[in-house]
T-cell receptor, first 115, second 115 residues
Framework: AQTVTQSQPEMSVQEAETVTLSCTYD???????LFWYKQPPSRQMILVIR??????QNATENRFSVNFQKAAKSFSLKISDSQLGDAAMYFC????????????FGKGTSLLVTP | DGGITQSPKYLFRKEGQNVTLSCEQN?????MYWYRQDPGQGLRLIYY???????QKGDIAEGYSVSREKKESFPLTVTSAQKNPTAFYLC??????????????FGQGTRLTVV
């Protein structure tokens, strides 16, 4: 079974600073995708960024980027120039063709952004 | 606008009663999913369906039932057999014909409280 581990239950960052959220996963499959979702206080799940396992180049979306280390099965999220609106729960998720393509989530990291 | 609609937003149930949570999508997605979210637990898969009239158990299906009579609808029934039903429930959908790289879209959730 695939497992996703987020080892940081809570993180804090000052506005305009950079923060990195950690995620590791365990799988025996070769074809899979990795995602970071954000859940603000409204509890709406919002896709932040995605990474294909076959691509060596790390994905980037504006202030959000990932550090994908396939051999180490690590998929960290870096948020640059943090903003107050970045405060939320962040979930790392794994997806493959198993279980109807369902996302398999980590337990989440709560990010606090201080002025 | 296309999207996923969950209703109601808040639901109260007396112990021993069954209750049904609604999930409707107009995105023409084949796959639909139900997740349960508890504090510190992330999102856990209850049931999923890839096609009408077919569905599969996820990791925590005990005490729940679903149906998929229409492509657009995937209601979840929380039965009296579910020992700890108080939680936040999220429904999601996703196309599967385009592979695992496509994101899943989420509803706004239903908060179920047993009183």
């Amino acid at each position: 079974a695939q497992t996703v581990t987020q080892s940081q239950p809570e993180m804090s960052v000052q506005e305009a600073e950079t923060v990195t959220l950690s995620c590791t996963y365990d799988t025996s499959e070769s074809d899979y995708y990795l995602f970071w979702y954000k859940q603000p206080p409204s509890r709406q799940m919002i896709l932040v960024i995605r990474q294909e396992a076959y691509k060596q180049q790390n994905a980037t979306e504006n202030r959000f980027s990932v550090n994908f280390q396939k051999a180490a099965k690590s998929f960290s999220l870096k948020i640059s120039d943090s903003q107050l609106g970045d405060a939320a729960m962040y979930f790392c998720a794994y997806r493959s063709a198993k279980a109807g393509y369902a996302l398999n989530f980590g337990k989440g990291t709560s990010l606090l952004v201080t002025p | 606008d296309g999207g996923i609609t969950q209703s109601p937003k808040y639901l109260f149930r007396k112990e021993g009663q069954n209750v049904t949570l609604s999930c409707e999508q107009n995105l023409n997605h084949d796959a639909m999913y139900w997740y349960r979210q508890d504090p510190g637990q992330g999102l856990r898969l209850i049931y999923y369906s890839q096609i009408v009239n077919d569905f599969q158990k996820g990791d925590i299906a005990e005490g729940y039932s679903v149906s998929r009579e229409k492509k657009e609808s995937f209601p979840l029934t929380v039965t009296s057999a579910q020992k700890n039903p108080t939680a936040f429930y999220l429904c999601a959908s996703s196309p599967i014909d385009r592979g695992i790289n496509t994101e899943a879209f989420f509803g706004q959730g239903t908060r179920l409280t047993v009183v």
